[in-house]
């Protein structure tokens, strides 16, 4: 694609906010400087209104094109995560993180300053018209910082006729951009498991009773939750990645712990298989005459699927921007979860349904996938996103 000349002279000022908040990573709902950060650029390019504070540390910048009333052309909000992950960088750049163990893994220093880049060139043309909002959330790695914005009343003070988002993709090449029509990342759901038994010598295993072998024999149940229990048309998968007991080699312990994740492209499958977890976990518990308790997340990730309208529009302005041969759209759904999926699904408050689109877009072919300690965002993919948020602003919102 041929970047806009006004974008191509923004991006060094870009590249300069992301890694200075690649510097600076925080995690969680704990982001004071990151949100100063954003709330500070969002004012200083004149941004009608910037509001702090929901959910916690999220920021809403709103910008009005150049015609009309406040909703007079429709309104679109375009959401940005802020947050950092809690480990240890490895990639040697210059700009790593000065923070032990918080490191921006995943690219949300780039998604941060990419939609700031957007909202200054939108502020600066305001070739739209209508109202976008620039939604910076925190707290996605986890926290379900979507859902605690929209609990904090994000789209009744800010109501919008669709959602954008946006995630960088190691493996697919800068300049190129992908969306789905549908099914898109899968929800996810994790489980702990607490095992109480009777604890005794490891030599009188009959007078115990012995939650390392209900253990045992539940991790194996738990896996026939999807090749058993679960429509074989659907996708699902059930890991037990967790199984900690025992202090020493001749002591039977008083209980056990397990852990997993579950996914699944269907809320009602997912809501199946939570159902046979707590039902194996209790009928082997009983076998073994061992309590089990099964306690869940409470921040789960429902399935992103996008609304079909809203990924045609956001291919269509993928496809006029870059090219066909750069677009891919409709890719295999992925196993991995986003709590964008909490605007896409209905508001429990409000009985609101928000339509949407989340994409992806290219971070390189090479170097480490996300999450790995040597990840770091690729500044070249800047002027792609910067181009593509101002296009679908405008496509959004046209003011001829």
Same mark, same amino acid.
């Given at each position: ?11 060094? #000022? ?65 959401? +940005?995560?802020? %947050?950092? $992950? ?69 789209? #009744? ?23 789905? #029509? ?5 929800? !996810? ?5 607490? $095992? ?13 009773? %012995? ?54 492209? !269907? ?18 518990? +009983? ?8 306690? $869940? ?6 399935? $992103?699927?996008? !609304? ?30 986003? %709590? ?38 690729? %500044? ?9 948020? !101002? ?10």
């Amino acid at each position: 694609m041929t970047i806009p000349a006004p974008i191509k002279k923004l991006t060094p #000022e870009v590249k300069r906010w992301r890694r200075d908040l690649h510097q600076h990573p925080e995690v969680g709902y704990e982001l004071p400087r990151t949100s100063k950060f954003v709330a500070d650029k969002l004012k200083e390019f004149g941004l009608e209104k910037v509001e702090t504070g929901l959910g916690q540390s999220g920021v809403v910048g709103m910008l009005r094109g150049n015609q009309g009333r406040r909703h007079a052309g429709g309104s679109i909000m375009i959401r +940005a995560d802020m %947050d950092a $992950l809690p480990m240890q960088e490895e990639s040697g750049v210059k700009h790593a993180s000065k923070t032990p163990g918080k490191f921006h893994g995943c690219g949300h220093d780039g998604h941060t300053a990419c939609l700031l880049g957007a909202a200054k060139h939108l502020a600066a043309t305001r070739n739209f018209k209508g109202t976008v909002y620039f939604c910076f959330q925190p707290a996605e790695e986890g926290g379900a910082g979507a859902k605690a914005m929209m609990d904090d009343g994000l789209f #009744e003070k800010y109501p919008v006729d669709a959602v954008y988002g946006a995630h960088n993709w190691p493996s697919m090449p800068v300049g190129f951009m992908g969306c789905s #029509e549908g099914k898109m990342l899968a929800a !996810s759901q994790e489980f702990y498991v607490t $095992l109480t038994g009777k604890g005794g010598h490891a030599a009188r295993p009959h007078e115990a009773h %012995d939650p390392v072998v209900a253990g045992s024999e539940l991790v194996l149940a738990l896996q026939s939750i999807v090749s058993r229990n679960t429509d074989p048309i659907e996708t699902a998968v059930l890991s037990v990645t967790q199984f900690q007991a025992g202090t020493t080699t001749n002591v039977i312990p008083n209980s056990a712990k397990l852990a997993g994740t579950m996914r699944s492209f !269907s809320n009602v499958t997912m809501k199946k298989m939570i159902a046979e977890v707590r039902r194996k976990a209790k009928a082997v518990g +009983a076998a073994h005459q061992v309590t089990v308790e099964v306690t $869940l997340d409470d921040k789960p990730y429902p399935a $992103l699927i996008n !609304s079909k309208r809203e990924a045609r529009f956001a291919a269509g302005v993928m496809k006029d921007l870059l090219g066909e041969q750069h677009c891919v759209i409709n890719p295999p759904p992925a196993m991995g979860s986003e %709590d964008f999926a909490y605007y896409l699904i209905k508001d429990a408050r409000t009985g609101r349904k928000t339509p949407g689109c989340f994409v992806t877009f290219g971070n390189g072919v090479q170097g480490p996938m996300l999450h790995n300690p040597k990840y770091d965002f690729n %500044d070249e993919a800047i002027p792609h996103m910067v181009a593509f948020w !101002s296009r679908l602003t405008e496509k959004a919102l046209p003011s001829g």
